[in-house]
């Protein structure tokens, strides 16, 4: 359990990283309401956050402090 980290600011540079290449999976999520539970593990204190740049954008991901699995909810800071 890692409890009271930071949030995790991560930025990648390169253009043609794809989807699973750095042994971690991505899980679509579709956002409605709240993001805050893990649907995988969960766990309910919210999640870490990381960017990850995509050609043009840059996607918000979000990391699981508990089983350390990563979700797209379809955002991306332009
Ligand atoms: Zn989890």
Redesign the pocket.
């Known amino acids: 359990m890692e409890r009271g980290h930071p949030v995790l600011l991560f930025l990648t540079n390169d253009k043609t990283m794809q989807r699973n290449s750095m042994d971690k999976d991505i899980h679509l999520i579709r956002f409605d309401d709240e993001f805050k539970i ?1 649907p ?4 309910k204190d919210g999640f870490h956050s990381m960017l990850e740049r995509d050609g043009e954008k840059v996607k918000w991901l979000f990391i ?1 402090p ?4 990563v979700f797209d909810i379809g955002r991306t800071l332009e």
């Open positions: 893990c995988l593990c969960g766990y699981c508990s089983c350390h699995q």
